[in-house]
């Protein structure tokens, strides 16, 4: 048997034949699970900045909200302090609060203040 004949044999074509569909095979499985891992990886990295969105927004609204009550708290007292120049008097003769204050159209959101007198000249705030 010369050489030229065992080198074109069906046994070695058909060896060949399996060896290229197997490489094939496997470059076909580590695609799809580069794939896989880049799908993963993508998803990790839009819930983080969701995420971050999220809180982001949080922050402003809980920030918002703790200028709103500190607002309504500095109107109380400046009407407790200036009962002249309070809207409005009650019988003992200080500003009983109000709800639904705004206070600027360019704020978002109002305030809702309660004055209680204690005792004497002492008031509390809400």
């Not at 993963?40 to 927004?57: N, P, Q, W």
């Not at 007292?77 to 009983?96: E, G, K």
């Not at 600027?104 to 203040?113: K, L, Q």
């Not at 309660?114 to 002492?122: D, K, L, N, P």
Request: aromatic share 4%; with cysteine; hydrophobic share 45%.
């Amino acid at each position: 048997m010369s050489c030229k004949n065992v080198m074109t044999s069906p046994a070695i074509h058909n060896f060949a034949r399996r060896a290229s569909r197997t490489r094939s095979g496997v470059a076909l499985v580590m695609v799809v699970a580069l794939m896989g891992a880049a799908a993963l990886m993508s998803y990790a990295l839009l819930e983080g900045a969701l995420s971050r969105a999220t809180a982001s927004e949080n922050l402003v609204r809980a920030t918002a909200s703790d200028v709103l009550a500190e607002s309504g708290l500095n109107l109380a007292m400046y009407y407790l302090q200036n009962p002249s120049v309070a809207p409005s008097l009650n019988s003992d003769n200080h500003w009983p609060g109000a709800t639904g204050i705004v206070l600027s159209s360019s704020v978002r959101g109002t305030v809702d203040v309660t004055i209680t007198r204690v005792s004497g000249s002492t008031f509390t705030h809400s």
